[in-house]
T-cell receptor
Framework: GAVVSQHPSRVICKSGTSVKIECRSL??????MFWYRQFPKQSLMLMAT?????????EQGVEKDKFLINHASLTLSTLTVTSAHPEDSSFYIC???????????FGQGTRLTVV | LAKTTQPISMDSYEGQEVNITCSHN???????ITWYQQFPSQGPRFIIQ???TKVTNEVASLFIPADRKSSTLSLPRVSLSDTAVYYC??????????FGGGTRLMVKP
């Protein structure tokens, strides 16, 4: 299947700082990318959907000024967690859609810990 | 968006066949059914996708009845490494993927 690479896999940051997570589709052009957040023992919760070259669509309850999403190219989307707080600590996962099939492919996830 | 319902957990033993059923009563005409596997601290991994009838690949089979209101993922001869959470998702291209609770499969020796 297609490959989505997410970086970094783990990051620890101080409260109040910003963290950027990158999501790259390595062998296909991702016309749509999705960002999810997953807390321990829970399912994935969709945060936002982004289409290349346009503004992201955020799910209800997700602060767009806190979770900045950029999808500047068909192979790269970034999620920036601004002014991070301990409650933002979570597992963040991206997925890309746009390969030859109809399925989406997921990155390996980023474990964010805010101290 | 079609909502999915799966058993919360299942137990099995090595070498057995495991069938996980998912119900999706309000599936739309253009929706596909896709199953993903997730290990702890990893992103979901695509297992199989189907639209109707039966689909088989090297790791699993997917059975979809004619009314498409449910689907069954079949894992032949599971091993300990198949212990994971399995998600059934319903949607089409460009639709956001909404995850249900998933099924936590525990394979015992």
């Amino acid at each position: 299947g297609a490959v989505v690479s997410q970086h970094p896999s783990r990051v620890i940051c101080k409260s109040g700082t910003s963290v950027k997570i990158e999501c790259r589709s390595l062998d296909f052009q991702a016309t749509t990318m999705f960002w999810y957040r997953q807390f321990p023992k829970q399912s994935l919760m969709l945060m936002a959907t982004s289409n290349e070259g346009s503004k992201a669509t955020y799910e209800q309850g997700v602060e767009k000024d806190k979770f900045l999403i950029n999808h500047a190219s068909l192979t790269l989307s970034t999620l920036t967690v601004t002014s991070a707080h301990p409650e933002d600590s979570s597992f963040y996962i991206c997925s890309g859609e746009g390969g030859t099939g109809t399925e989406a492919f997921f990155g390996q996830g980023t474990r964010l810990t805010v101290v | 968006l079609a909502k999915t319902t799966q058993p919360i957990s299942m137990d099995s033993y090595e070498g057995q066949e495991v069938n996980i059923t998912c119900s999706h009563n309000n599936i739309a005409t253009n929706d596909y059914i896709t199953w993903y596997q997730q290990f702890p601290s990893q992103g979901p991994r695509f297992i199989i996708q189907g639209y109707k009838t039966k689909v088989t690949n090297e790791v699993a089979s997917l059975f979809i009845p004619a009314d498409r209101k449910s689907s069954t993922l079949s894992l032949p001869r599971v091993s300990l490494s198949d212990t994971a959470v399995y998600y059934c998702l319903v949607g089409g291209t460009g639709n956001m993927l909404t995850f249900g609770g998933g099924t936590r499969l525990m394979v015992k020796p």
